[in-house]
């Protein structure tokens, strides 16, 4: 029998990279975890393994969360698996996907902002009193507006920003309903897609920067980092973790 007791959090993206390595360290901390998909199942499959092997129980859940139906599914299969979250981490982004953009220019704003305000509202009727959500951004998204952008990514941080920017705006609306929404931004991130479809179009970007701040973070110090916020209850609503690279180092 499942240990109804342990909290439960969903990480969107936890396949890979910055989501698996958040959905380790959460299991790691006594959560069981539900972990979405897009098109890495094996993958995911793995993870959960993984979560499993380390005492936690785990759902694996195929969605794509730019479609409605998807994301009825997904919230469907936690109602039924646990009936409740404590904590939902946004993670799951894109727009550097050259097929997924060139079918569809409006692509990036449907996932990085569309998709991030209707996985919260999935998850709303399922979140805990003293419930948390962590929205994963960048530092060059985090900043939009105020630092210079890569031309490839600028669609990218523009709607990481709108997406940011509707989640706070209902920050409000989420502590009447005793939720935390925390930011965490981080700046290249080692071991991830990002800075390797950028080195497409913009070669050396990644050494550019180690060479200006020093080491990059990893997967596991941006994992350890998201769950770190979930624990915290002494972090405030709204508040911003910084990971990697202070962000005055952009301008």
Same mark, same amino acid.
């Given at each position: 029998?499942?240990?109804?007791?342990?909290?439960?959090?969903?990480?969107?993206?936890?396949?890979?990279?910055?989501?698996?390595?958040?959905?380790?360290?959460?299991?790691?901390?006594?959560?069981?975890?539900?972990?979405?998909?897009?098109?890495?199942?094996?993958?995911?499959?793995?993870?959960?393994?993984?979560?499993?092997?380390?005492?936690?129980?785990?759902?694996?859940?195929?969605?794509?969360?730019?479609?409605?139906?998807?994301?009825?599914?997904?919230?469907?299969?936690? !109602?039924?698996? &646990?009936?409740?979250?404590? #904590? =939902?981490?946004?993670? +799951?982004?894109?727009? $550097?996907?050259? *097929?997924? %953009?060139?079918?569809?220019?409006?692509?990036?704003? !449907?996932?990085? &902002?569309?998709?991030?305000? #209707? =996985?919260?509202?999935? +998850?709303?009727?399922? $979140?805990?009193? *003293?419930? %948390?959500?962590?929205?994963?951004?960048?530092?060059?998204?985090?900043?939009?507006?105020?630092?210079?952008? =890569?031309?490839?990514?600028?669609?990218?941080?523009?709607?990481?920003?709108?997406?940011?920017?509707?989640?706070?705006?209902?920050?409000?609306?989420?502590?009447?309903?005793?939720?935390? =929404?925390?930011?965490?931004?981080?700046?290249?991130?080692?071991?991830?897609?990002?800075?390797?479809?950028?080195?497409?179009?913009?070669?050396?970007?990644?050494?550019?920067?180690?060479?200006?701040?020093?080491?990059?973070?990893?997967?596991?110090?941006?994992?350890?980092?998201?769950?770190?916020?979930?624990?915290?209850?002494?972090?405030?609503?709204?508040?911003?973790?910084?990971?990697?690279?202070?962000?005055?180092?952009?301008?």
């Amino acid at each position: 029998m499942p240990d109804t007791l342990r909290p439960v959090a969903l990480v969107t993206g936890g396949s890979r990279g910055i989501g698996a390595a958040t959905a380790l360290a959460l299991a790691d901390a006594g959560y069981d975890v539900v972990i979405t998909y897009r098109n890495k199942a094996a993958r995911a499959e793995e993870v959960a393994t993984t979560l499993r092997d380390r005492g936690a129980a785990a759902l694996v859940t195929g969605a794509d969360i730019t479609v409605p139906e998807e994301l009825a599914r997904l919230f469907t299969a936690v !109602r039924e698996w &646990r009936g409740r979250l404590d #904590a =939902l981490v946004l993670n +799951a982004s894109g727009g $550097l996907e050259r *097929d997924l %953009v060139a079918a569809d220019p409006h692509y990036p704003m !449907r996932i990085n &902002r569309d998709a991030q305000v #209707a =996985l919260l509202e999935g +998850a709303l009727p399922l $979140l805990a009193p *003293d419930g %948390v959500i962590v929205l994963v951004t960048s530092h060059w998204a985090h900043r939009y507006g105020e630092v210079r952008q =890569l031309p490839s990514y600028e669609p990218v941080a523009a709607s990481k920003y709108a997406g940011e920017q509707a989640l706070r705006s209902r920050q409000e609306e989420l502590e009447a309903q005793g939720l935390r =929404l925390i930011v965490v931004t981080g700046d290249v991130i080692e071991g991830t897609v990002t800075p390797r479809l950028l080195e497409r179009t913009s070669r050396g970007f990644a050494a550019a920067r180690r060479a200006r701040v020093g080491p990059l973070p990893t997967t596991e110090d941006m994992g350890r980092a998201i769950a770190a916020s979930v624990l915290d209850r002494t972090l405030a609503s709204g508040a911003t973790i910084v990971v990697g690279g202070a962000l005055e180092s952009l301008a």
